[in-house]
């Protein structure tokens, strides 16, 4: 039992200890923003990286979500005989849950491993100390820029899925099943309203710096070389996925 509770204190004690240190690395690339040299150009280059390099995967994503949505509301809705429910249902499910949580999950597997995997080889070559004996500090045109373009690319790769998977539910809902268009999108004005849309995006900017976070972190005190590299690439994609979910609970709770 002792043992166990030691163990227990340690990892608490580790836990207290990286998420102090991860606050205070945030606080500190964050403020190389407003510090001059300004790096527009390189924060137009991560969002194209980390925006752009995704759609693909979040097109896909968004279409098959909302296809599946439809499909299996419709059957369980025309059990009580609600189909005309089917686009609310799929609506609020993709502008409230769905579509920030899968969002920020297809950009911490494409993006945030990248990221972790780039930053992380920096470390271990010593780009980064050859950045500091040129003087350039490496938070501001390394770490902040890829944080910022989180903060603005998944809103809007969030926005993107959000229509997308409407707009495959309506492809199954309407066309194939025959559900009435007019009251698929009837339901889903008279079901969604402004706070669904405002939690919807701040839980995308929440994501967003979350995995960027993570993501600069591991990489940027990566250690042991080749083989440190790939630890801090999984480390990034597991640990955001699960920071993802507890978010997502705390901020529903939160727009309840």
């Known amino acids: 039992m002792t043992s166990l509770l030691r163990a227990f204190g340690r990892f608490f004690l ?12 945030l606080f500190e690339a964050l403020g190389q923003a407003f510090l001059p040299p300004y790096r527009f150009r390189r924060v137009l280059a ?12 979040i097109f896909l994503t968004a279409a098959f979500t909302g296809m599946v949505l439809a499909l299996q509301g419709y059957y369980t809705l ?15 499910s993709l502008i409230r849950e769905l579509g920030p949580v899968l969002a920020a999950l297809m950009v911490s597997g494409r993006a945030g491993s990248a990221i972790t995997a780039e930053i992380g080889i920096m470390r271990i070559s010593e780009q ?3 950045m500091d004996t040129m003087a350039v500090n490496p938070l501001q045109y390394v770490i ?17 899925f959000d229509v997308l ?12 099943l025959g559900v009435s268009s007019g009251s698929f999108f009837a339901g889903m004005t ?34 042991r070389g080749a083989e440190g590299v790939g630890q801090a690439t999984t480390r990034t994609v597991v640990v955001s996925a699960v920071l993802v979910l507890a978010w997502d609970y705390v901020l529903t709770s939160f727009f309840m």
């Open 165 to 176: 998977g409407i707009l495959g539910g309506f492809v199954v809902g309407v066309l194939l």
């Open 190 to 223: 008279q079901s969604v309203v402004s706070m669904d849309i405002n939690g919807g995006i701040v839980k995308s900017l929440v994501f967003g710096l979350t995995i960027m976070l993570v993501a600069c972190y591991n990489g940027y005190f990566t250690e």
């Open 128 to 130: 980064l100390d050859a």
């Open 46 to 57: 991560e969002v194209y990286q980390i925006g752009c390099r995704s759609l693909l995967i």
């Open 78 to 92: 025309r059990k009580f005989g609600a189909d005309s429910a089917l686009g609310s249902a799929v609506a609020l």
């Open 14 to 25: 580790a836990l207290t200890r990286e998420t102090g240190r991860a606050t205070l690395f």
């Open 144 to 160: 902040m820029p890829k944080l910022l373009a989180g903060v603005i690319s998944v809103p809007l790769l969030t926005a993107i």
